[in-house]
């Protein structure tokens, strides 16, 4: 008897195929930190940054957008449908039945505390302010559970050396009453991590915490852990990861119950040289099982991605631009389905 193994099927003629790309973002540099998620069923990726002359250890300057683009169709082109209130990047963006909600992010200044949710009409972007986070916040990890949105970790200020161990939650149904402040997670403060939603229960992973550096620059700490959190019991730790993924694209994505993480950067090659030939980040696919609490390898995918979202759209699974290697951004925008095979 054939054991049934977890894959990626692929949209494409062959047997074990590969992902197939959508048409690529209109910036031919592509961006990282950007929103994205599902409105009036239509694709959604805005905002975001890039460095559009040279790269950071070269001098170059981060720029941030605001640019939100569109595609109503797989087959279709990407269209411009507004811009943001602000130009904005690594925030957290969920996908609501009311809209994509862009919660925090920031800026080369200073991080933001605003929640928008943004509403396709006409394809145009229209923007609904909801209630501020209690602290201005980026590089966070977040998700939608029941209809409330927990965010976890992240940083207050672009130049912070300490990652925040917070813990926020913010009910749909009841808008008006703001976020609370719930029970941290018992492990160490974060940012980058990886947030699931499973049967009522919230999963956190990996990310990496932050202690200053000799230089007084935040240095990464590596985290490989898991942890699970149910309104009704709290925080307990699960099955933690062989190796670090941090920045992986998320929330992780999910299907026949089990969660995907795709990449992720595992620190591995931090201090690789010369940083121009950096052979990208790790393209393994592992597959989280919440009935056994296990971990098995599910593949690989044929893209380097980190600091993007992962976006169920039309029952696939999308990753749209995001770091290819260091301070080098893409404009690819990939797609592929899960399923069972046998």
């Known amino acids: 008897?054939?054991?049934?193994?977890?894959?990626?099927?692929?949209?494409?003629?062959?047997?074990?195929?590969?992902?197939?790309?959508?048409?690529?973002?209109?910036?031919?540099?592509?961006?990282?930190?950007?929103?994205?998620?599902?409105?009036?069923?239509?694709?959604?990726?805005?905002?975001?940054?890039?460095?559009?002359?040279?790269?950071?250890?070269?001098?170059?300057?981060?720029?941030?957008?605001?640019?939100?683009?569109?595609?109503?169709?797989?087959?279709?082109?990407?269209?411009?449908?507004?811009?943001?209130?602000?130009?904005?990047?690594?925030?957290?963006?969920?996908?609501t039945r009311e809209g994509l909600l862009l919660i925090g992010g920031g800026d080369a200044q200073e991080h933001f505390r605003s929640v928008w949710r943004l509403r396709l009409e006409g394809g145009e972007a229209r923007f609904d302010r909801l209630a501020d986070l209690p602290r201005p916040c980026a590089f966070m990890a977040g998700v939608e559970s029941g209809g409330i949105i927990y965010v976890?970790?992240?940083?207050?200020?672009?130049?912070?050396?300490?990652?925040?161990?917070?813990?926020?939650a913010l009910d749909l149904s009841q808008l008006e009453?703001?976020?609370k402040e719930l029970e941290p997670c018992p492990g160490p403060a974060r940012i980058l991590a990886s947030m699931a939603a499973a049967k009522g229960r919230v999963y956190l992973f990996s990310g990496a915490s932050l202690k200053?550096?000799?230089?007084?620059?935040?240095?990464?700490?590596?985290?490989?852990?898991?942890?699970?959190?149910?309104?009704?019991?709290?925080?307990?730790?699960?099955?933690?990861l062989a190796h670090a993924a941090v920045a992986a694209p998320g929330p992780l994505p999910g299907r026949d119950g089990k969660l995907f993480l795709i990449g992720g950067d595992d620190?591995?090659?931090?201090?690789?040289?010369?940083?121009?030939?950096?052979?990208?980040?790790?393209?393994?696919?592992?597959?989280?099982?919440?009935?056994?609490?296990?971990?098995?390898s599910a593949g690989e995918v044929p893209f380097s991605r980190v600091t993007?979202?992962?976006?169920?759209?039309?029952?696939?699974?999308?990753?749209?631009?995001?770091?290819?290697r260091p301070g080098k951004r893409s404009p690819e925008v990939w797609q592929g389905l899960l399923r069972l095979s046998e």
């Open 212 to 240: 200053p550096g000799a230089d007084g620059k935040a240095e990464r700490g590596w985290l490989k852990d898991g942890w699970c959190f149910s309104p009704a019991e709290g925080w307990r730790q699960v099955a933690g």
């Open 177 to 179: 009453a703001g976020w």
């Open 308 to 324: 993007t979202p992962a976006v169920e759209w039309r029952g696939r699974v999308v990753i749209p631009g995001g770091e290819a």
């Open 152 to 168: 976890v970790g992240g940083i207050e200020r672009p130049a912070d050396t300490a990652a925040l161990g917070t813990f926020w």
């Open 267 to 296: 620190g591995a090659l931090v201090s690789f040289e010369p940083r121009d030939k950096h052979p990208g980040f790790p393209r393994r696919i592992l597959a989280y099982d919440p009935a056994n609490n296990r971990w098995s």
């Open 1 to 95: 008897m054939f054991a049934r193994i977890l894959i990626f099927s692929l949209l494409s003629a062959s047997a074990q195929g590969q992902w197939t790309r959508l048409e690529p973002l209109p910036d031919k540099e592509g961006v990282a930190g950007a929103f994205a998620g599902v409105s009036a069923d239509a694709l959604i990726v805005a905002g975001g940054t890039n460095f559009p002359d040279k790269m950071p250890w070269e001098g170059g300057v981060k720029r941030w957008y605001d640019d939100v683009h569109v595609l109503h169709d797989p087959a279709g082109r990407w269209e411009k449908a507004g811009r943001l209130p602000r130009p904005n990047g690594y925030g957290v963006s969920l996908s």
